[in-house]
C-alpha cells in the first residue's frame, strides 16, 4: 500500500516539474496590486514610454485598450527578463518572446504622436533583444542550446536594427 503512495507521489510530482525541466516555478517577484507600474522597473523604460503605458482618464475607449494591451505586453515582457536575470528563463518561451519584442513596441507607436518618441519604441525593441541574445549565446558556448537558436535571435535583432535605421532616414528626409 505504501508502495503505491510512493508511486503516485512521484508520478504527480514528475507531472508538476516535466514542462519547466524538473523546476517547478514560482512567479519570480510578484506584482504588486496597488502599483503594478512597479514590476515594469526591470525594463528600465524611458519616461516617455513608461508614460504611455499609463491609463489617462481621458482617453477615448480605444485609447485605453491600446493601453493596456501594451501594458499586458510590458509585464511579459518584465517577467522574461526577470527570468533571464535568475537564470530560470525557459527556451521554449522563445517563440513568443521573439513576437513580443517586436509587438510591445509596434503597438506602443499607435499611442505615441512625436516621431522622436516613437524612435524610442525602436530603441527599446533593440534594447530588449541585448539580454536575450546574451543568454542565448550564453547557452549556446555552455553546448545547452543548439547555435541555430542564436542565428534566429540575431537575426530578429539585425531585422529590429534594419527598421529602425530605416526610420531614422525617414526622420531625416524631411529636415534635407
Keep these: 500500500m505504501w508502495c503505491i503512495r510512493i508511486l503516485v507521489s512521484a508520478a504527480f510530482i514528475s507531472a508538476i516539474c516535466w514542462p ?66 535568475i537564470d530560470k528563463y525557459n527556451m521554449l518561451d522563445l517563440k513568443d518572446h521573439l513576437k513580443l519584442i517586436t509587438a510591445l513596441p509596434d503597438h506602443l507607436m499607435e499611442l505615441l504622436e512625436k516621431p522622436t518618441d516613437r524612435a524610442k519604441c525602436h530603441e527599446l525593441r533593440l534594447a530588449s533583444f541585448k539580454p536575450l541574445e546574451k543568454l542565448v549565446a550564453k547557452r ?6 543548439l547555435s541555430e537558436t ?22 531625416e528626409k524631411p529636415k534635407k
Design 20 to 85: 519547466h525541466n524538473g523546476i517547478a516555478l514560482t512567479h519570480p517577484t510578484p506584482v504588486d496590486e496597488d502599483d503594478p507600474y512597479q514590476f515594469l522597473e526591470v525594463l528600465k523604460l524611458d519616461p516617455v514610454i513608461f508614460n504611455a503605458l499609463k491609463v489617462d482618464l481621458n482617453d477615448t475607449l480605444l485609447q485605453k485598450l491600446r493601453r493596456d494591451s501594451c501594458f499586458q505586453r510590458a509585464i511579459f515582457l518584465a517577467k522574461m527578463h526577470r527570468l533571464m536575470e
Design 150 to 171: 542564436l542565428n534566429t535571435v540575431k537575426a530578429a535583432r539585425l531585422t529590429a536594427e534594419i527598421e529602425y535605421l530605416k526610420f531614422k532616414e525617414q526622420l
Design 140 to 145: 549556446c558556448a555552455e553546448g545547452k542550446e
